[in-house]
């Protein structure tokens, strides 16, 4: 089975502009979260979303919107680009929603997204 | 408020002996603690998780973890360690009942031949 996939890998964008990042989760999964790692730092909790609806926000301003599509696929968007926003974009994706002893979450490999 | 603390930056171990990198925690209720791996230039790899039961949860790559309520601690370990484990690690903490998680900074563990 194909882990947790995401696209593009790289990227650059001028300050301003708009990015829309793509996360297709384990086949089966239905929970899908965002994280921004900016370098030299944990990742930080950006949105999670579990059957199509938000559950979960973290610190970030509304420049940062996302959604999830009925095959559980996730796209991330970010407005109006800042120089601050250079980071890898982290998906990770679960069974459901909530932590017990069989669910597990699972991180794709990232989106890196340089703005200049 | 949830919180974690990994307070080394960087531990230096030579291969064949044990490792420990620190972690400790702050959080509201029950914590569901995690560790993951990062390989330079990639996303995280998903080591082990205490979610209840015994207090030493083992995992992959030969990693385990021993869950101290008292100290509120989630210390990773391995017995010998290897060139290979050379990576970042991070801790991480859940109290709540969605996937939102606290990472700590991480820990650069260099291991030499």
Redesign the interface.
Same mark, same amino acid.
């Given at each position: 089975d194909a882990g947790?996939t995401q696209s593009p890998t790289h990227l650059i964008k001028t300050r301003g502009q708009h990015v829309t990042l793509r996360c297709s989760p384990i086949s089966g999964h239905k929970?899908v979260?965002w #994280?921004q790692q900016v370098l030299g730092?944990?990742?930080? !909790?950006i949105f999670?979303y #579990?059957e199509k609806e938000e559950? $979960?926000r $973290?610190n970030f301003p509304d420049r940062f919107s996302a959604r999830q599509f009925p095959n559980y696929s996730s796209e991330l968007n970010v407005n109006a680009l800042l120089l601050g926003d250079s980071a890898l974009y982290?998906c990770?994706s679960?069974l459901s929603? $909530?932590? !017990?002893?069989g669910n597990?979450?699972? !991180?794709?490999? $990232?989106s890196?997204l340089t703005v200049v | 408020a949830q919180s974690v603390a990994q307070p080394e930056d960087q531990v230096n171990v030579a291969e064949g002996n044990p490792l420990t990198v620190k972690c400790t925690y702050s959080v509201s209720g029950n914590p569901y603690l995690f560790w993951y791996v990062q390989y330079p230039n990639r996303g995280l790899q998903f080591l082990l998780k205490y979610i209840t039961g015994d207090n030493l949860v083992k995992g992959s790559y030969g990693f385990e973890a021993e869950f101290n309520k008292s100290q509120t601690s989630f210390h990773l370990k391995k017995p010998s360690a290897l060139v290979s484990d050379s990576a970042l690690y991070f801790c991480a903490v859940s109290a709540y009942n969605f996937n939102k998680f606290y990472f700590g900074s991480g820990t650069k563990l260099n291991v030499k031949p």
């Open positions: 947790v929970s979260s #994280y730092q944990g990742p930080q !909790f999670q #579990y559950r $979960g $973290g982290l990770a679960s929603q $909530g932590l !017990f002893s597990t979450i699972y !991180f794709g490999e $990232g890196w | -």
